[in-house]
Nanobody
Framework: QVQLVESGGGLVQAGGSLRLSCAAS????????MGWFRQAPGKEREFVAS????????YYQDSVKGRFTISREYAKNQVYLQMNSLKPEDTAVYYC????????????????WGQGTQVTVSS
């Protein structure tokens, strides 16, 4: 199974920005879609964004459109989430994921998961 490691989380003021990174290591796969989910305390894990293995197709949750941008460097097995205009409602643990199909918006559509990185947005 592919190992995924997130980084870049932290504490930021409302309106600020953070850039999350996810690195794949160990045995990898050649055609994997990548994505980000997040989970706040007491809430279900929710879809944030995803990108196809070639980087030509992206999907976003409505609440982050225009604020977040997902991108990847396929040759480096890296995926990024640029988060701008952050709001307190964005506070959550953010998880990197990988799987065979880019369009899935439920956790069961994805195969591999990182350990998560905490994002806290203060008002």
């Amino acid at each position: 199974q592919v190992q995924l490691v997130e980084s870049g989380g932290g504490l930021v003021q409302a309106g600020g920005s953070l850039r999350l990174s996810c690195a794949a290591s160990g045995r990898t796969f050649s055609r994997a879609a990548m994505g980000w989910f997040r989970q706040a305390p007491g809430k279900e894990r929710e879809f944030v964004a995803s990108i196809s293995w070639r980087g030509t197709t992206t999907y976003y949750q409505d609440s982050v459109k225009g604020r977040f941008t997902i991108s990847r460097e396929y040759a480096k097995n890296q995926v990024y989430l640029q988060m701008n205009s952050l709001k307190p409602e964005d506070t959550a643990v953010y998880y990197c994921t990988a799987g065979p199909v880019v369009g899935g918006t439920t956790p069961t559509s994805w195969d591999s998961w990182g350990q998560g990185t905490q994002v806290t947005v203060s008002s």
